[in-house]
C-alpha cells in the first residue's frame, strides 16, 4: 500500500512515514511479543507459552500465545497481529473521518496476564501502529489492576513509564496518565479498573497530545493548557513507542517476584475472582482493542484471551468498611499521583 501525498505541504511532507515504516514497526511488535514471553517464562518458571498462528481471509493474520496453569499465571497471554483491508471499521473511523475510504494497515502487541495470587496484580500492555492513505497514527499504553494492592507497586509501574515517557517528552507523562485513568473506568459502576498507567492513541505528531472524546475532563484540560511544539516526527514516536514497549518488563517483574510467595486464603481468592469481573465487564463493553478486533474479523480466541479463566459476579456485594478489600476502593481506585508516592 502506498503513501498518499498529493496536496501535502512541505512541513507535512516531512511528517510522513518512512517507505519502510510498516516493516519496521512489524518487526519491532514481534521482537516485543518474544522479548516479553521470555521475561513472562523466566519468571514463572514452569509454563510455557502455546503458540498459534492464523490468517485473516481479508488480509494479514497473526501469532497469538498463551501461557496456562504455571507457578505464577493462571492464564496470560501476548498477542502480535498484522491485518489490512479496504475500510477501517466504525469504531477507528468515528475518531479519524479522513481515513474514510482509504485502504488500512495495522500492527500491534497486545497482552493480559492473569495471576494465581490475589496479590500479583493484573497487568495489561497493547501498542499499535495505523497508516490510512496520508493517515497515521500510534496508539498503546500498559495499566495495572491490583486486588489486594502495595502504595510501592503502583508507585514502581508509574515511576517505571514515566522515566520512558520523559526521554522523549516532558509533557507525555503527565497527559498519558491522566488519559489512563480517564479510559480504564467503568462508567457504568462509577470507579476505575485498577491503578491506571500510560494511555495514549492516534498520535500523529501533532498536538494537541491528549485525543480522546472527553473535552471537558482533566487529560484534555492539561493538554489544551500546553504550549504548542513543534512537530513530532514518525521517527520520534516510533522511538517513544519502542522504549515503553521496553519498559513493561523492568515495571511488572519486580512486583510480581516481590509478592508471589505472599500466602492467601479462599477469602482473598474469592474476592479476586469478584473483582476480575470488572476485568470482564470493561474488555466487553469498552476495549477498544477488542471492538476493532471483532469489527474487523479478527481471530476470537485470540481477541478473547483477555478474559480471565475463572470469575465470578456477587449481587450488590460492598467490602466491609476497614478492611483490604475496602481500602481498594477508598484509595486505590481513584485517581493518585504515584510517580510522586513516598513512603511513609
Known amino acids: 500500500m502506498t503513501v498518499v501525498t498529493t496536496n501535502l505541504t512541505p512541513s507535512t511532507q516531512n511528517?510522513?512515514?518512512?517507505?519502510?515504516?510498516?516493516?519496521?514497526?512489524?518487526?519491532?511488535?514481534?521482537?516485543?511479543?518474544?522479548?516479553?514471553?521470555?521475561?513472562?517464562?523466566?519468571?514463572?518458571?514452569?509454563?510455557?507459552?502455546?503458540?498459534?498462528?492464523?490468517?485473516?481471509e481479508e488480509g494479514?493474520?497473526?501469532?497469538?500465545?498463551?501461557?496456562?496453569?504455571?507457578?505464577?499465571?493462571?492464564?496470560?497471554?501476548?498477542?502480535?497481529?498484522?491485518?489490512?483491508?479496504?475500510?477501517?471499521?466504525?469504531?477507528?473511523?468515528?475518531?479519524?473521518?479522513?481515513?474514510?475510504?482509504?485502504?488500512?494497515?495495522?500492527?500491534?502487541?497486545?497482552?493480559?496476564?492473569?495471576?494465581?495470587?490475589?496479590?500479583?496484580?493484573?497487568?495489561?500492555?497493547?501498542?499499535?501502529?495505523?497508516?490510512a492513505g496520508p493517515v497515521w497514527w500510534f496508539g498503546g499504553g500498559a495499566d495495572l489492576t491490583p486486588y489486594y494492592p502495595y502504595a510501592e507497586d503502583a508507585s514502581h509501574f508509574h515511576r517505571t513509564f514515566k522515566a520512558a515517557c520523559d526521554k522523549h517528552h516532558p509533557e507525555y507523562y503527565p497527559v498519558f496518565k491522566r488519559w489512563c485513568d480517564e479510559y480504564f473506568y467503568l462508567k457504568h459502576r462509577g470507579e476505575m479498573r485498577g491503578v491506571g498507567g500510560i494511555f495514549f492513541d492516534?498520535?500523529?505528531?501533532?498536538?494537541?497530545?491528549?485525543?480522546?472524546?472527553?473535552?471537558?475532563?482533566?487529560?484534555?484540560?492539561?493538554?489544551?493548557?500546553?504550549?504548542?511544539?513543534?512537530?513530532?516526527?514518525?521517527?520520534?514516536l516510533f522511538a517513544f513507542v519502542s522504549d515503553c514497549g521496553r519498559a513493561f518488563l523492568p515495571a511488572y517483574v519486580p512486583i510480581a517476584q516481590k509478592r508471589k510467595d505472599t500466602e492467601y486464603g479462599d477469602r482473598e481468592r474469592q474476592f479476586q475472582l469478584y473483582r476480575r469481573g470488572r476485568y470482564v465487564e470493561?474488555?466487553?463493553?469498552?476495549?477498544?482493542?477488542?471492538?476493532?478486533?471483532l469489527q474487523t474479523n479478527g481471530r476470537t480466541e485470540s481477541i478473547l484471551m483477555s478474559l480471565p479463566p475463572l470469575v465470578r459476579w456477587e449481587y450488590c456485594y460492598t467490602p466491609q468498611p476497614n478492611t483490604h478489600e475496602s481500602e481498594l476502593y477508598e484509595r486505590f481506585l481513584v485517581p493518585q499521583d504515584w510517580a510522586s508516592w513516598q513512603a511513609e
Open 15 to 56: 511528517l510522513l512515514p518512512p517507505a519502510d515504516a510498516k516493516a519496521r514497526v512489524s518487526q519491532f511488535m514481534k521482537a516485543l511479543q518474544d522479548e516479553i514471553c521470555q521475561g513472562l517464562e523466566e519468571l514463572d518458571g514452569v509454563a510455557q507459552f502455546r503458540e498459534d498462528s492464523w490468517e485473516r
Open 60 to 131: 494479514g493474520g497473526g501469532r497469538s500465545r498463551v501461557m496456562r496453569e504455571g507457578a505464577i499465571f493462571e492464564q496470560g497471554g501476548v498477542n502480535f497481529s498484522e491485518v489490512w483491508g479496504k475500510q477501517l471499521p466504525p469504531s477507528i473511523l468515528k475518531q479519524r473521518p479522513e481515513a474514510e475510504g482509504h485502504q488500512f494497515y495495522a500492527t500491534g502487541t497486545s497482552m493480559v496476564l492473569h495471576p494465581r495470587s490475589p496479590y500479583i496484580p493484573t497487568v495489561h500492555l497493547n501498542y499499535r501502529y495505523f497508516e
Open 202 to 236: 492516534y498520535q500523529d505528531g501533532l498536538d494537541p497530545l491528549y485525543r480522546g472524546p472527553d473535552a471537558d475532563k482533566p487529560a484534555a484540560i492539561y493538554s489544551n493548557q500546553l504550549s504548542p511544539k513543534n512537530p513530532r516526527t514518525w521517527e520520534e
Open 282 to 293: 470493561f474488555n466487553l463493553v469498552y476495549d477498544r482493542g477488542t471492538i476493532f478486533g
